[in-house]
């Protein structure tokens, strides 16, 4: 459900993804890059009947008030389409700052019953800094 939504377009990524990184040569973790798939923008105020989370969406330590502030201030947002098998949803990315400031990646997909299910938190990549900025223009 996407209340509010007043424009949209389809735009192809350079660099990084919506999966996690591997371990790196010496245990360091590489920066992921964004594939070449289609994302589309959409802007305009989100409401969900509420958010639930997967157990992996709290691996990175980010609590559920910083996700829950990044996604009620986002107001501009992106929708990854779905490509079964692998991902049999669209996952839909936020980008944006806590209320210390800390940039966050938050990727969710929305539930039949109008809930976002929280699959992904986590300090943000440099490979989102362009959708970043992007998205900071339109931040409420």
């Known amino acids: 459900m996407w209340a509010g939504?007043?424009?949209h377009r389809t735009v192809h990524l350079r660099d990084g993804h919506l999966c996690s990184t591997r371990e790196g040569v010496g245990g360091e973790r590489p920066e992921?890059?964004?594939d070449r798939t289609s994302f589309v923008r959409h802007n305009g105020q989100v409401e969900y009947g509420g958010l639930s989370w997967t157990a992996g969406a709290r691996n990175h330590r980010?609590?559920?008030a910083q996700v829950r502030y990044v996604i009620d201030h986002a107001g501009l947002f992106f929708v990854q389409p779905a490509a079964p098998p692998d991902r049999?949803?669209?996952a839909v990315l936020f980008l944006g700052d806590d209320?210390?400031?800390a940039q966050l990646e938050v990727v969710g997909v929305e539930l039949a019953?109008?809930?976002?299910?929280?699959i992904?938190?986590?300090p943000m990549r440099t490979g989102y800094q362009d959708l970043y900025e992007e998205a900071k223009k339109w931040r409420q």
């Open 32 to 34: 992921s890059r964004v």
């Open 113 to 118: 019953d109008g809930r976002l299910r929280v």
């Open 62 to 64: 980010v609590s559920r």
């Open 99 to 101: 209320e210390a400031g």
């Open 5 to 7: 939504a007043t424009h």
């Open 120 to 122: 992904h938190a986590m």
């Open 88 to 90: 049999p949803d669209e």
